[in-house]
């Protein structure tokens, strides 16, 4: 069931559960005494799939209650009742978590000491340059107890010293984790009331981190992020300090994933997280999570939030961030239009190749799903990456990898990745000229070459 959900499109998902359904009934009516809550899991299970929150989270709310229907109320009863009282996820300024915070002497002197080792340092970043393995910060979804303690670190940006024991000292990290703490407004109205903000983005994690552990060899829960919660040192001076170094960590990251809601491009330090990664990195190595978020309910928002990035507009949990990210963008962009529109380009470049796969399935879905970011581009007045985009094929390229057909197993695996080749090949010949060209008229020549500096010394120190 996990594999026909993971590799199939979601009406084609949707067509396999109804047929392994039945059979999977049958096996717990012969197996187990508690039949009921599974039939009675199949059955939320098909009223997820047809309409309301995302599979995955669907699924762990039927999970609990099919393994202790009690328990599993108990635990949505608590949870509803953060809700009305407003703590779904909670957002505290920079300053204030300084200022209120407090943490063991014993740490207050570590870090006091290595606060004090950075003046005259030469690499003040290679210094607090952390990150957390995937299996403090992730879990799968069908992990229930972990979803739950994953619930209450997602709730929250406020971090404390355990926290921040969770991460170690390296190099570099394997991924940088860019998504905004605070949860859409209209979270519950377009995902769903059931839907928890926090799960999900642990749940994608896992996901993200399981695709490079297949690619290297790896265990998922050995693969690296970089998270402010665990990798800064919340409620003590250093915070400060390590805001002024996110250049640093951002370069010391191979990749970047960003766990992109249709607020996203709405908040300052996202949008500044996202250009300033694409000015240090090579697009192909900024993954987005975006297909648990893109509903119809929500399509039209992302459409609507990139034209209005703005440094003026977009919002700040405090507005003393405003003024430190505007000291950055002035430090290392042309001016502040050539940031907006930088930041723009390389959204619309990257959501459309996110959405290349969906568009694949047919003309309809070419029109609908891809087409659309072709005219914005357009819009913005970025006519060569509007060209760019209109060289796509999807349709013509998944018709040659076979995937007109459903497939499942290694034959679906090798038919993805013709597609994948197809993508890559336009996507290299076309977009990365425009977002290179476009980089170039937006960051400062200087800066680009401090940042290959930079760059240069890190990948020295991953070889040696």
Known sequence: LEISMASLPTEEGMCATWLVAP???????????????????????????????????????????????????????????????????????????????SMPGSWQSE???????LDGNADPGGVLMRSVVATNVACPWTDVTRLDEMFYFWGTNIGSIDHFQLSRQQDHADFFVSH?????PDWGTVMGRHAQYAEVKAA???????????EGGLKWEEVTFWIDKCCIPQQHQLMVTCVHHIEDFLQRCDR?????????????????????????????????SVETFMRPASRDLYLKAIPNISIQHCKCHDETDRVVLKQKIVQYYISEDAFENFAKGTAVAMMAVTVAEIAGRSDFEFETEFFPWIRLAYDIGQNDLANALLQADPVAWRKSAGLEFVVVGSE??????????????WFDSYVQPVLTSLKL????????????????????????
């Not at 870090?111 to 080792?117: E, F, N």
């Not at 679906?412 to 090949?425: T, V």
């Not at 937006?442 to 991953?462: D, G, H, N």
């Open 441 to 464: 008229r937006s960051v400062k020549p200087e800066a680009l070459q401090v940042l290959e500096k930079i760059r240069s010394s890190v990948t020295e120190k991953k070889s040696s």
């Open 180 to 184: 905004s703490w605070a949860e859409p």
């Open 111 to 117: 870090l006091d000491y290595l606060a004090s080792t």
């Open 256 to 288: 970047m994933i960003v766990l992109l809601t249709w607020h996203y491009f709405s908040r300052l330090w996202c949008v500044y997280e996202w250009a300033a990664f694409l000015a240090y990195h090579e697009a192909k190595s900024l993954r987005i």
């Open 204 to 214: 994608e994690l896992q996901l993200v981190a399981a695709d490079l552990a297949e």
């Open 23 to 101: 059979t999977i009934a049958s096996k717990a009516d012969a197996q187990s005494e508690s039949s009921p809550g599974w039939l009675r899991w199949m059955a939320q299970w098909h009223s997820a799939l047809m309409c309301g929150p995302p599979v995955p989270v669907c699924l762990s709310t039927c999970l609990r209650k099919a393994q202790d229907p009690l328990v599993g109320d108990i635990v949505e009863h608590d949870r509803e009742a953060m809700v009305l009282r407003g703590s779904r996820t909670s957002t505290t300024a920079l300053d204030d978590m300084v200022k209120n915070g």
């Open 412 to 425: 679906a695996g090798n038919r993805r990745l013709k597609f994948q080749e197809k993508l890559n090949e």
